[in-house]
C-alpha cells in the first residue's frame, strides 16, 4: 500500500513526490491530465513512485487513514478535485492543500470536510521547486490530531536546520495558509527593499552591475546574511548569451504578482493592521506594469536637477547597507505584527517564536536574523512589536541615520524608494507618542459629529464647532 498520495504533478508537486519518494515514502501520484503523469514517470527510477490514471484506483492504493497532498492551483480547481475524492473516502482520511489558497477558502472547506468526518490540512508551502525537492519550509494548519497523523511525512520532507525540521504545527482551520500569506507579503517588501538598495548603489554612486554584484556577495557574509541577498549576488553577476551586457539590464522592468501580497494588505486594511511597507511594494509592483505609460511620461514630467555632488563611494555603501537592514527590520515587524494581531481577533495562538524558526530553511525569505525574531518572542512571548525588543532597538538608534540620509539623497535626486521612505515612516509613527490624529479625529467630529475621547477624563464628546 502507497503511504500517501499526490494530486497535481506540475513542477511543485513533481517535485514533492520526488521528495517524498527520496525520504523513504510509498507516493501515489495522479494529475487530471494524463501528459504530466508521464512526463514525471520518465524522469525518475524509482520504485517508490505508482502512478494512477483513475481517482478511485488512486484513492483505494492508500493506507488508512489516506492522507492525499494536492499541489494544484488555487481556486476553483481545489474544489472540483476534492468534489472528485470525497465519494471515495472515509471517516478520517486527510486531505492536505499545499497550494496558495486564500486561507478563508481554507476554512470554508475545513468546516465542509469537517462535517462529513474527513481532515483538511491547509498548509504553506514555501521555496520554490528547488525547496520542493529538497527541503521547504511548512506551515500546517487544521485540526492538531489531523496535523499529528501527517507529521512524520511532513517533518521528514521539511528542510533542516540544525537537526530541526523547519515544519510546526502553526493553528487551527487556516491558520497555516494565513501564515504562508504574511510570507509572501514579507517577501514581496524584502525583494523591493533590496531593489531600491540596488538602485542606489547604480543610479547615486555610479557603480556598476559587476560591483553591486561584489557588494551584495559581501553582505551577505554579515548580518544581511540571506537567501534573498544571496541569489541578488548571483543575479547581477550573470550575463546575456546574445549581447555580452548584465542579464538584469536586458529585463523588462515590469514585475508580476500571483495574489498572495494582495491577500496580505487586504486583510490587513480589512483588521486595522498597519501593512504600509508590504502594501507599498505591491503598488510598486503595479507602476511597474505602466511600462508604456512611464516611457511616455519620461519626456513630459521633470525631476530635479541632477546634482554635481561626487558622494565617497565607501561611506555611501554603509549607509545603504544600513539603510536596507533598518528597511527589513521594519517589513518583518510589520509582517509579524501582522501574525500577532490576526492571531488574537481569530484565538489562532500563533506560535510566533516558531514561525521564525521554521522561515530559516526551506523558504524565500530565510535570513540570518530570523534566529534574533525567535529569540525576542521567547524573551517576551506577549511583544507587541519587534522595534520594541531591546536587539531591533539598539539597531534602529544606530541605523536610522543611514536611512534617513539614503532617503534624503534619493528624494532630493528624484528618485523613487517606496519601500525604504514606508520603511521611516512606519518607524518614525510607531514612535511618536503624540501625534496628529487629534487633529484628524476633530475634523471628523466637524463634519461628521463623529465624536471623540479627551485625553484629561472618561468618556465620548462631541463639540458643536460652528
Same mark, same amino acid.
Request: hydrophobic residues 40%; contains cysteine; proline residues 3%.
Given at each position: 500500500?502507497?503511504?500517501?498520495?499526490?494530486?497535481?504533478?506540475?513542477?511543485?508537486?513533481?517535485?514533492?513526490?520526488?521528495?517524498?519518494?527520496?525520504?523513504?515514502?510509498?507516493?501515489?501520484?495522479?494529475?487530471?491530465?494524463?501528459?504530466?503523469?508521464?512526463?514525471?514517470?520518465?524522469?525518475?527510477?524509482?520504485?517508490?513512485?505508482?502512478?494512477?490514471?483513475?481517482?478511485?484506483?488512486?484513492?483505494?492504493?492508500?493506507?488508512?487513514?489516506?492522507?492525499?497532498?494536492?499541489?494544484?492551483?488555487?481556486?476553483?480547481?481545489?474544489?472540483?478535485?476534492?468534489?472528485?475524492?470525497?465519494?471515495?473516502?472515509?471517516?478520517?482520511?486527510?486531505?492536505?492543500?499545499?497550494?496558495?489558497?486564500?486561507?478563508?477558502?481554507?476554512?470554508?472547506?475545513?468546516?465542509?470536510?469537517?462535517?462529513?468526518?474527513?481532515?483538511?490540512?491547509?498548509?504553506?508551502?514555501?521555496?520554490?521547486?528547488?525547496?520542493?525537492?529538497?527541503?521547504?519550509?511548512?506551515?500546517?494548519?487544521?485540526?492538531?490530531?489531523?496535523?499529528?497523523?501527517?507529521?512524520?511525512?511532513?517533518?521528514?520532507?521539511?528542510?533542516?536546520?540544525?537537526?530541526?525540521?523547519?515544519?510546526?504545527?502553526?493553528?487551527?482551520?487556516?491558520?497555516?495558509?494565513?501564515?504562508?500569506?504574511?510570507?509572501?507579503?514579507?517577501?514581496?517588501?524584502?525583494?523591493?527593499?533590496?531593489?531600491?538598495?540596488?538602485?542606489?548603489?547604480?543610479?547615486?554612486?555610479?557603480?556598476?552591475?559587476?560591483?553591486?554584484?561584489?557588494?551584495?556577495?559581501?553582505?551577505?557574509?554579515?548580518?544581511?546574511?540571506?537567501?534573498?541577498?544571496?541569489?541578488?549576488?548571483?543575479?547581477?553577476?550573470? %550575463? *546575456?548569451? /546574445?549581447? +555580452?551586457?548584465?542579464?538584469?539590464?536586458?529585463? @523588462? #522592468? =515590469?514585475?508580476?504578482?500571483?495574489?498572495?501580497?494582495?491577500?496580505?494588505?487586504?486583510?490587513?486594511?480589512?483588521?486595522?493592521?498597519?501593512?504600509?511597507?508590504?502594501?507599498?511594494?505591491?503598488?510598486?509592483?503595479?507602476?511597474?506594469?505602466?511600462?508604456?505609460?512611464?516611457?511616455?511620461? %519620461? *519626456?513630459? /514630467?521633470? +525631476?530635479?536637477?541632477?546634482?554635481?555632488?561626487? @558622494? #565617497? =563611494?565607501?561611506?555611501?555603501?554603509?549607509?545603504?547597507?544600513?539603510?536596507?537592514?533598518?528597511?527589513?527590520?521594519?517589513?518583518?515587524?510589520?509582517?509579524?505584527?501582522?501574525?500577532?494581531?490576526?492571531?488574537?481577533?481569530?484565538?489562532?495562538?500563533?506560535?510566533?517564536?516558531?514561525?521564525?524558526?521554521?522561515?530559516?530553511? +526551506?523558504?524565500?525569505?530565510?535570513?540570518?536574523? @530570523?534566529?534574533?525574531?525567535?529569540?525576542?518572542?521567547?524573551?517576551?512571548?506577549?511583544?507587541?512589536?519587534?522595534?520594541?525588543?531591546?536587539?531591533?532597538?539598539?539597531?534602529?538608534?544606530?541605523?536610522?541615520?543611514?536611512?534617513?540620509?539614503?532617503?534624503?539623497?534619493?528624494?532630493?535626486?528624484?528618485?523613487?524608494?517606496?519601500?525604504?521612505?514606508?520603511?521611516?515612516?512606519?518607524?518614525?509613527?510607531?514612535?511618536?507618542?503624540?501625534?496628529?490624529?487629534?487633529?484628524?479625529?476633530?475634523?471628523?467630529?466637524?463634519?461628521?459629529?463623529?465624536?471623540?475621547?479627551?485625553?484629561?477624563?472618561?468618556?465620548?464628546?462631541?463639540?458643536?464647532?460652528?
Amino acid at each position: 500500500m502507497n503511504t500517501i498520495g499526490v494530486i497535481g504533478l506540475g513542477v511543485m508537486g513533481s517535485n514533492i513526490a520526488l521528495n517524498m519518494a527520496n525520504k523513504g515514502e510509498q507516493v501515489a501520484v495522479y494529475n487530471y491530465t494524463e501528459d504530466l503523469t508521464h512526463q514525471l514517470m520518465k524522469k525518475v527510477d524509482v520504485q517508490e513512485i505508482t502512478p494512477y490514471y483513475e481517482v478511485a484506483e488512486f484513492v483505494q492504493s492508500l493506507e488508512t487513514p489516506r492522507k492525499i497532498f494536492l499541489m494544484v492551483t488555487a481556486g476553483g480547481p481545489i474544489d472540483s478535485v476534492i468534489g472528485s475524492l470525497v465519494p471515495f473516502l472515509e471517516k478520517g482520511d486527510i486531505i492536505m492543500d499545499g497550494g496558495n489558497s486564500h486561507f478563508e477558502d481554507t476554512e470554508r472547506r475545513y468546516d465542509d470536510l469537517k462535517a462529513k468526518g474527513i481532515g483538511y490540512l491547509g498548509i504553506g508551502i514555501s521555496g520554490g521547486e528547488v525547496g520542493a525537492l529538497t527541503g521547504p519550509s511548512i506551515m500546517p494548519g487544521g485540526d492538531r490530531d489531523d496535523y499529528e497523523k501527517a507529521a512524520p511525512i511532513l517533518t521528514k520532507i521539511a528542510a533542516q536546520v540544525d537537526d530541526t525540521p523547519c515544519c510546526v504545527y502553526i493553528g487551527p482551520k487556516g491558520a497555516g495558509h494565513f501564515v504562508k500569506m504574511v510570507h509572501n507579503g514579507i517577501e514581496y517588501a524584502d525583494m523591493q527593499l533590496i531593489a531600491e538598495a540596488y538602485t542606489f548603489l547604480r543610479e547615486k554612486l555610479h557603480l556598476s552591475v559587476d560591483e553591486i554584484a561584489d557588494i551584495f556577495e559581501t553582505w551577505n557574509q554579515g548580518e544581511l546574511n540571506s537567501y534573498l541577498i544571496q541569489i541578488t549576488a548571483e543575479i547581477l553577476k550573470k %550575463k *546575456d548569451e /546574445l549581447t +555580452g551586457l548584465p542579464l538584469v539590464d536586458v529585463i @523588462l #522592468d =515590469k514585475v508580476g504578482q500571483k495574489g498572495t501580497g494582495k491577500w496580505t494588505s487586504i486583510q490587513a486594511i480589512d483588521n486595522g493592521i498597519p501593512s504600509s511597507i508590504i502594501t507599498e511594494s505591491l503598488f510598486a509592483r503595479y507602476i511597474s506594469s505602466l511600462k508604456e505609460q512611464r516611457v511616455h511620461a %519620461k *519626456d513630459i /514630467l521633470s +525631476g530635479p536637477e541632477a546634482d554635481k555632488l561626487l @558622494l #565617497d =563611494k565607501e561611506e555611501w555603501i554603509e549607509h545603504v547597507r544600513k539603510a536596507l537592514y533598518m528597511g527589513k527590520i521594519c517589513a518583518y515587524t510589520q509582517g509579524f505584527t501582522q501574525y500577532k494581531m490576526t492571531s488574537e481577533l481569530y484565538g489562532w495562538d500563533l506560535p510566533l517564536k516558531d514561525i521564525a524558526l521554521i522561515f530559516r530553511g +526551506g523558504c524565500i525569505i530565510r535570513a540570518e536574523f @530570523l534566529n534574533i525574531i525567535s529569540e525576542a518572542y521567547e524573551a517576551q512571548p506577549d511583544l507587541n512589536n519587534l522595534l520594541v525588543a531591546p536587539y531591533f532597538a539598539e539597531k534602529a538608534r544606530d541605523y536610522q541615520r543611514g536611512l534617513r540620509k539614503i532617503l534624503c539623497e534619493g528624494i532630493n535626486s528624484g528618485i523613487s524608494f517606496p519601500c525604504l521612505s514606508a520603511s521611516l515612516t512606519y518607524y518614525d509613527s510607531y514612535r511618536t507618542g503624540r501625534s496628529n490624529a487629534s487633529l484628524l479625529q476633530a475634523q471628523r467630529d466637524y463634519f461628521g459629529a463623529h465624536t471623540y475621547e479627551r485625553t484629561d477624563r472618561e468618556g465620548v464628546f462631541h463639540t458643536n464647532w460652528q
